[in-house]
């Protein structure tokens, strides 16, 4: 099943941002974090060439905020998250992947540091909410977590920048890549942070008064016109290019960090004490058995995977397809696999068993789709 | 917005009846704890006359368990339930909400007690393993918590019982209401519950090898002829009629046990100490502000409703509108509504200012909208 019609009900959550999203015309959805999020507006790859040239407004209103608040929050963002963010500064966004005791993935969000005793940790797609709660109360921490009403707006694509200077100003161009500064709207001061699930670079405004959620997208979108501004929401063409991994699809709780390529954000080798740290330690000892990687396959133009599909090499199941798309600007189908560590490596040759045929596949590492998604420009 | 297309992905998960469910015509979905259920098949109406006379068969495997295994797991299965499972007997099912140290609810599962030292929760729509799982590695208690392969199927409807005997054999007939025992099927013992969500009596079959998913549909649907067998699902309007309550529409993280009239499902008296039991003894000290009431509206035939809204006295919102539909067998508009607690009372008049109109309603309890949907039959 590739598609299907989703009857609406008050249990999946509409959005600060959802009238206008009809009204511009999304004709996909997906649910995420029990709340509607476009999939596309005028076709994936119509969407996927407007964002790589102009600019984009995306609800991301299903960035759900882990918000932690209290004298032993500092303490308790560093013990929840695999990366160190023993010296996180207030300011700044540091992706964070939160692991079980067993080293196993149970969200992939970004951490905003607000304060000395304040952090939303912005979220993928489970209830991190619930780890985060559960654990505080059996720890007796002195903290107080919570989802508040933020609902993120993003602003992405090249032309972004401008777009955003001529609503919130110059100073806009001051925010470094990961950090976040206060604007003022409406009589609020909103954290706008430089960064967004693309890699063409853009805003995440974090609004945290869903009333206004309609006034700000109107704000945005009167000030669009230079920039070609269309709606728009994450790409699955682009993120693929672009090497951005998905919860749920390219990992879920059956895989660690280190099985997902996420070493380079985790320093297993410091002092300090993290949950799942022992396990992943126990694990990069014995070495991974299997590891996310990219791949390049031949045949037809692929549509979306909906499950899973087999990496096969001589009649031998090797790994699964986790997400693939023909990409035009790569000028083939791409995709991300969990494969066994012995095809791991670049040039491997593989079969892929997809309901949409066999075809070839090379593997290849994640991030160099990206670079021959830009040479083929 | 009442219905949208939603793309497949691999993170909405299939189920192991996903392809048997999609063959026999769904015509509508919903996503539920991160998988496809579906909503429709021949219509809310037809579905819903077809489910109060024959067998339907229902792919219920959203209701994921949460397995609590080990020395501790009767400890932590008492500590995390609003009801009390002090003397939970095994084969026995206990409709069990889980609140948080704040008395709001988490998730309202089914507690199935395996064994001394084994439960499993079969859980609403949120990540309930989450919670349970983080709270466990705070306190460091001896358990194992999971979400196992284990996928329900549902047959319900007044001839449900008559097919499974054709199936599973007379001692079928044994199973009490809401308690389970293990039958042979294809070499495994599966446990069979009489429990399901409709009021219309029936059984759910928990699968414990996804592999024979279509297996099992099948051995169930070749039986099926003389009951009329169809595919089916929960149902919206035979739901609201008997008075089961969905998470996430009628109740939510905002309200507590007692807020839903579920204060018969808790002893707030007993010595027994539970998550969330001094916040709802304050709160029933204090009496509660809102209730969870039935309502009968007049007016054009409702569907269902996207979004909650507004109830209103005297022009003054005293409540929302939290699920409705129109009932041939009631034969008006009917639904749920949390209300002001001076207006939950059978008969108090209220207006309700719906997307489908403005409309006059009376306030009734919860179970009086079943008796009524049986007498004029």
Not at 39 to 54: E, I, P, S, V
Not at 73 to 95: E, F, P, Q, W
Not at 292 to 314: A, C, F, N, S
């Amino acid at each position: 099943m590739s598609r299907a019609t989703i009857l609406a009900s008050r249990r999946l959550r509409a959005t600060p941002y959802s009238t206008r999203v009809a009204q511009m015309g999304a004709s996909g959805y997906t649910v995420y974090n029990h709340m509607w999020l476009a999939t596309m507006f005028g076709g994936l790859a119509q969407d996927y060439a407007h964002l790589k040239k102009y600019a984009q407004i995306w609800d991301v209103s299903v960035e759900r905020q882990v918000q932690i608040k209290g004298p032993d929050a500092h303490k308790l963002a560093c013990m929840i998250s695999a990366r160190d963010l023993t010296n996180a500064k207030v300011g700044r966004c540091y992706y964070a992947p939160i692991c079980d005791q067993h080293g196993k993935i149970i969200n992939d969000p970004v951490a905003l540091r607000l304060a000395d005793d304040k952090y939303w940790f912005s979220i993928a797609d489970s209830d991190l909410l619930l780890w985060v709660q559960g654990l505080a109360l059996g720890l007796n921490l002195d903290v107080d977590i919570c989802e508040p009403d933020v609902s993120p707006l993003a602003i992405q694509g090249p032309m972004a920048e401008d777009l955003m200077v001529d609503v919130f100003g110059e100073e806009i161009r001051d925010i470094k890549f990961f950090q976040f500064k206060a604007f003022p709207f409406e009589g609020r001061m909103l954290n706008i942070a430089r960064s967004g699930w693309s890699k063409q670079g853009g805003f995440e405004i974090y609004l945290d008064d869903g009333s206004l959620g309609e006034v700000l997208w109107d704000a945005i979108w009167e000030k669009g016109e230079p920039y070609y501004l269309r709606p728009g929401c994450p790409n699955l063409i682009e993120r693929i290019e672009g090497g951005l991994l998905s919860y749920g699809n390219d990992m879920n709780r059956e895989n660690t960090p280190l099985e997902i390529g996420l070493e380079k954000f985790i320093n297993l080798d410091s002092d300090r004490d993290f949950i799942g740290k022992e396990a992943l330690i126990a694990q990069r000892d014995v070495g991974i058995k299997k590891r996310l990687m990219g791949i390049e396959m031949d045949g037809e133009e692929m549509t979306p995977v909906p499950e899973p599909e087999d990496v096969v090499v001589d009649d031998v199941k090797v790994g699964i397809l986790t997400s693939a798309v023909f990409s035009p600007d790569y000028g083939a189908n791409i995709g991300f696999v969990m494969i066994a560590i012995e095809h791991a490596h670049d040039g491997a040759v593989v079969e892929v068993q997809s309901a949409q045929g066999t075809r070839k596949g090379v593997i290849c590492e994640v991030s160099s789709l990206w670079s021959r998604a830009q040479t083929s420009e």
